[in-house]
C-alpha cells in the first residue's frame, strides 16, 4: 500500500533529516540560524509532523475500507 | 568576527543542505505516491460496487435455481416415502448465504463510498500543506544556505 509506504518514507528520512539539523544548530550560532529556524525549519517541521498525524488517521481506515469491501483477496 | 560567518564547521552546512535535497526529492515522491493510491482507492471501491452488484445478481439466480430444484425433488414421491431432499436444501442455504454474504458487501462498499471522501479530506489539508513546504519552502532554504556556505567559504579563504 502506497498510504503507508509514503507515510514511512517521510517519517524516516525526516527522521534523519532532524539529526543533521540539530547537529548544524550546535554549530551554527548567529542570528541568520535564529531567523532561519523561527521562519524555516519550525513550519517545515510543524507541517512535516501534522502531515504525519493525518497519514497515522487515515491508514487504518484504508486498511478497513479493503478488508471490508474486497471479495476476500485482501484489495487490489 | 563578522557575524554571519559564525559557523564553526562549513561541511555541516553542506550536509545538513544536501540532506534537505534529498528530503525534498523523497518527501515529493511520496506524496505524490500517497495521492495516486488515494486516487487509485477511490476507483477501486467504484469497481467493487459494480462487482457486488453483479455478484448479488448471479447470487440470486443461483438461489432461485436451487430452489426450484428443491421444490422440484419434494414433488418426486417414490411410493408413500418422501424423497431425501438434504442436498438440494443445503444448496439453498448456500446459496442463501452466497446471496447475505454479497449484499452485505455491497453496504459496506455504499458506506465507504460515502465515507471516504471526508476521511481523505481529513488527510489532504495537511497533505498540502506539507507539498507547499517541500516545493516552495525547502528550495529557499537551500538557496539561503547556498548563500551562506559561498560567505563562508570566502570567508575562509581570507582568513
Redesign the interface.
Same mark, same amino acid.
Given at each position: 500500500?502506497?498510504?503507508d509506504?509514503?507515510?514511512n518514507?517521510?517519517f524516516k528520512?525526516?527522521e534523519?533529516?532532524k539529526h543533521?539539523?540539530n547537529?548544524?544548530e550546535s554549530?551554527?550560532?548567529?542570528?541568520?540560524r535564529v531567523e !532561519?529556524s523561527r521562519d524555516?525549519?519550525v513550519?517545515?517541521e510543524s507541517?512535516?509532523m501534522?502531515?504525519l498525524?493525518?497519514?497515522d488517521?487515515?491508514t487504518p481506515?484504508?486498511v478497513q475500507?479493503?478488508e471490508?469491501?474486497?471479495?476476500g483477496s485482501g484489495?487490489? | 568576527m563578522n557575524?554571519?560567518?559564525?559557523?564553526? %564547521?562549513v561541511d !555541516?552546512?553542506s550536509? !545538513?543542505q544536501m540532506?534537505?535535497q534529498? !528530503?525534498q526529492e523523497?518527501?515529493k515522491?511520496?506524496?505524490m505516491?500517497?495521492d495516486?493510491?488515494?486516487r487509485?482507492?477511490k476507483d477501486?471501491?467504484d469497481d467493487?460496487y459494480s462487482?457486488?452488484k453483479a455478484?448479488i445478481r448471479k447470487a440470486e439466480d443461483a438461489l432461485q435455481q436451487a430452489k426450484l430444484e428443491l421444490n422440484r425433488k419434494k414433488m418426486m414421491k417414490i411410493g408413500e416415502r418422501a424423497p431425501d431432499t438434504s442436498d438440494e436444501e443445503k444448496r439453498v442455504k448456500k446459496c442463501m448465504a452466497r446471496l447475505e454474504h454479497a449484499e452485505e458487501?455491497l453496504e459496506?462498499?455504499k458506506h465507504?463510498q460515502r465515507s471516504?471522501p471526508q476521511?481523505?479530506l %481529513?488527510?489532504e +489539508?495537511? +497533505?498540502r500543506?506539507?507539498k507547499?513546504?517541500v516545493e516552495g519552502?525547502?528550495p529557499?532554504?537551500t538557496a539561503?544556505l547556498n548563500e551562506?556556505i559561498a560567505v563562508l567559504e570566502q570567508y575562509q579563504k581570507l582568513g
Amino acid at each position: 500500500m502506497s498510504v503507508d509506504l509514503g507515510r514511512n518514507t517521510i517519517f524516516k528520512e525526516f527522521e534523519v533529516l532532524k539529526h543533521r539539523w540539530n547537529e548544524t544548530e550546535s554549530v551554527w550560532k548567529d542570528v541568520v540560524r535564529v531567523e !532561519f529556524s523561527r521562519d524555516k525549519w519550525v513550519p517545515l517541521e510543524s507541517s512535516v509532523m501534522t502531515a504525519l498525524a493525518a497519514l497515522d488517521r487515515l491508514t487504518p481506515i484504508l486498511v478497513q475500507v479493503r478488508e471490508q469491501c474486497s471479495g476476500g483477496s485482501g484489495g487490489h | 568576527m563578522n557575524p554571519s560567518a559564525n559557523v564553526q %564547521n562549513v561541511d !555541516f552546512l553542506s550536509m !545538513f543542505q544536501m540532506s534537505l535535497q534529498h !528530503f525534498q526529492e523523497k518527501a515529493k515522491d511520496a506524496l505524490m505516491n500517497i495521492d495516486m493510491d488515494l486516487r487509485r482507492t477511490k476507483d477501486w471501491l467504484d469497481d467493487m460496487y459494480s462487482e457486488w452488484k453483479a455478484e448479488i445478481r448471479k447470487a440470486e439466480d443461483a438461489l432461485q435455481q436451487a430452489k426450484l430444484e428443491l421444490n422440484r425433488k419434494k414433488m418426486m414421491k417414490i411410493g408413500e416415502r418422501a424423497p431425501d431432499t438434504s442436498d438440494e436444501e443445503k444448496r439453498v442455504k448456500k446459496c442463501m448465504a452466497r446471496l447475505e454474504h454479497a449484499e452485505e458487501k455491497l453496504e459496506r462498499t455504499k458506506h465507504w463510498q460515502r465515507s471516504l471522501p471526508q476521511e481523505i479530506l %481529513n488527510y489532504e +489539508g495537511p +497533505g498540502r500543506q506539507l507539498k507547499t513546504q517541500v516545493e516552495g519552502v525547502i528550495p529557499t532554504m537551500t538557496a539561503l544556505l547556498n548563500e551562506k556556505i559561498a560567505v563562508l567559504e570566502q570567508y575562509q579563504k581570507l582568513g
